[in-house]
């Protein structure tokens, strides 16, 4: 958003990167994930966020990895309070989750994803 | 080793008190003196009570209702201190947006915007909502601390506010997690070397909504904003400021177009110095019958009379005297208009207007119901402490009493005239009696705090309507006990013969009075 070199792309997923060619903009997520350093919270949030994007949105996810450590600045932007922090930046509405996403269901409620058919 | 240092300073604290209160026990007061560095908050009147400020690097709790100021004296906690001690802080604003925050203090004449832009002042608003907020698993609130000293190190700022940290209770569920990072929170500002506000709502039976005093151990000040009849004051008391002594009184204070200010009131000894040397009455009889000196200077004055009997117009001799000598006079009217009082005076030989011209006659003209006793006084209290006049005149009293019960009248005035005492600034009030009950309950209600009191009052012998003064008291002189006619005409104020025919009667009922309250 501000500035490139904070944001790791953790998964790209090729076909996603252009807009998938059958599901239109609304379902392509942008999800952003704010840690402070690889304290256990934050890399368990990295893994379960993973997970749960390969098993619920394979192809239609991207996500970023902030680490407020080294931008904190970023902090103020997306109004974070609480680390870990997932921002569903797309599709709107802007959606945040807290926690290290150890509960799968939540997560799923929470990013209102759809299973996939 | 942060819970090694918070178990420490308290011990260490109660520590030293406690060897300061042992007699005997190697005196060490330097230590015991030094021990506490303070923060001046710039706010006029609670640098005093506090002895200096609020606690150096150490967490501050302003609780309080709704709409009593806590924001406000937050916010000009950290604008003082980045205009005036070179400070820089940080506004961590949970309820209200940068530019609404700009906008409101804006009306009070700062410019948070400058502040801003020159680096001397950080505003981050943090918006909670939580219906954007899903809570998975286990977090932690390292994101306030990031922001936070984030700002800090920024604009390298010594002091922050949290206004009001309690709205993160409305936005994060888990309050177990909550607690636990406030008082990490607050641990680590005070790791920092931060001297830090932070605000809080009033519970119903705590002090704050959520309980936040818990967290806060060396200053807890509390603002109220309280209506009886019909009339708001506002009060700020010192709950708890560990390792110092503070004023524990209700103190009122005002805010206006400058700010907050705070009225010490009470000290708590009489330690005013008496001063021997005399200022004129205005009038060269009066004077005559106190040791043809007149009054002490630093000394009260209280004026009595029923309505017509020419108080006022002494009281303008007296601001006209003062003027004359080229000193300052600030003039409280609560019934007339300063223009009223120009033309009135004109009218008995008196032209005060040269005086205004030259700026050594100020006139400050309020509604007594215009806001209460407390407000009346901070006002005082504020112009006294701008103009620094040596003169004073409050007329009349009687005003205020109507808006109050008598106990305050008191306790205000002990206030008023404790603080003029200790200004060495002589001071007059006038109040009306009322015909038939001449030594009206308020006038004898307040005697007992004056150094003289004059009595005013018509009577009729043989038909004909003649004023009469008489000096019923003055302390620390041989005054005069007759009772003279005055009379008024377009020449000005002037006192006539001895009236030896009811001096008995009249200086028997008067120390009567005087003996039934004192």
């Known amino acids: ?117 | 080793m942060l819970e090694y240092c918070e178990s420490l300073n308290p011990g260490q604290t109660e520590l030293n008190r406690r060897s300061a209160a042992m007699p005997r026990a190697k005196p060490k007061p330097k230590v015991a003196r030094t021990l506490l560095a303070k923060v001046p908050t710039g706010i006029q009147g609670l640098d005093e009570i506090t002895g200096g400020g609020l606690p150096k690097g150490r967490v501050t709790l302003v609780c309080g209702r709704a709409g009593c100021g806590k924001s406000l004296l937050a916010m000009e906690f950290l604008v003082h201190g980045a205009v005036q001690y070179g400070e820089p802080g940080v506004c961590m604003n949970f309820e209200e947006t940068e530019e609404k925050l700009t906008a409101n203090v804006a009306s009070l004449g700062f410019d948070l915007r400058d502040l801003i832009k020159r680096k001397k002042l950080s505003v981050d608003y943090v918006s909670i909502d939580r219906s954007q907020i899903a809570e998975t698993g286990e977090y932690n609130l390292e994101g306030l601390f990031i922001r936070l000293g984030h700002a800090v190190k920024t604009i390298k700022a010594k002091r922050v506010v949290l206004d009001s940290v309690e709205a993160l209770f409305s936005g994060i569920a888990d309050s177990a997690i909550l607690r636990s990072e406030l008082s990490r929170l607050f641990r680590w500002l005070e790791d920092q070397k931060l001297t830090a506000i932070v605000t809080g709502e009033a519970g119903a039976n705590t002090l704050t909504r959520h309980g936040l005093e818990e967290y806060v151990a060396d200053c807890v000040i509390s603002l109220d904003h309280r209506v009886t009849e019909q009339i708001s004051t506002r009060r700020l008391r010192i709950i708890k400021y560990r390792g110092t002594s503070h004023g524990t009184d209700e103190y009122p204070f005002l805010i206006d177009e400058d700010g907050i200010s705070v009225v010490p009131i009470t000290s708590l000894v009489l330690t005013h110095k008496a001063l021997t040397d005399r200022v004129s009455a205005g009038i060269a009889t009066l004077d005559e019958m106190m040791e043809g000196k007149g009054f002490f200077r630093g000394s009260s004055v209280l004026v009595t009379g029923t309505a017509g009997t020419g108080k006022s117009s002494l009281a303008a001799n007296f601001a006209s005297a003062a003027c004359a000598r080229g000193e300052l006079c600030l003039y409280f009217t609560f019934e007339e208009s300063p223009s009223q009082i120009l033309r009135n005076m004109r009218s008995v030989g008196l032209n005060l207007e040269p005086w205004v011209r030259k700026r050594l006659l100020h006139f400050n003209a309020m509604r007594p119901t215009s806001t209460g006793l407390e407000g009346h006084l901070a006002v005082i209290h504020r112009l006294i402490s701008q103009l620094r006049p040596s003169v004073v005149v409050i007329d009349p009293i009687t005003n205020l009493v109507s808006i109050s019960g008598s106990y305050d009248i008191k306790s205000m005035l002990v206030r008023l005239v404790d603080f003029l005492k200790m200004a060495q600034i002589t001071s007059m009030f006038t109040n009306l009696t009322f015909a038939g009950d001449p030594q009206e309950r308020t006038a004898a209600a307040v005697s007992s705090l004056m150094d003289t009191w004059i009595v005013l009052r018509d009577s009729k012998p043989n038909g004909r309507p003649r004023r009469e003064l008489y000096v019923l008291k003055s302390r620390g002189m041989a005054h005069s006990r007759e009772v003279r006619e005055l009379i008024v005409s377009e020449r000005g104020l002037e006192l006539g013969i001895v009236l030896k025919d009811r001096m008995q009667a009249t200086t028997a009922e008067g120390i009567g009075a005087v003996a039934a309250v004192e």
């Open chain 1, 1 to 117: 958003m501000k500035t490139g070199s904070a944001k790791k792309s953790v998964a790209k997923k090729s076909p996603a990167r252009k807009g998938p060619a059958k599901t239109g903009e609304s379902d392509f997520y942008r999800l952003r994930l704010y840690i402070a350093g690889q304290t256990p919270n934050s890399v368990a949030a990295i893994a379960n966020l993973k997970k749960i994007c390969e098993d619920k949105l394979k192809g239609k996810y991207r996500i970023e990895v902030v680490d407020l450590l080294e931008k904190p600045q970023l902090a103020k932007g997306d109004q974070i309070i609480a680390i870990p922090t997932l921002v569903r930046r797309l599709p709107p509405p802007v959606k945040k989750i807290i926690g290290n996403l150890s509960k799968t269901e939540s997560v799923i409620v929470g990013l209102d994803l759809q299973p996939v058919r």
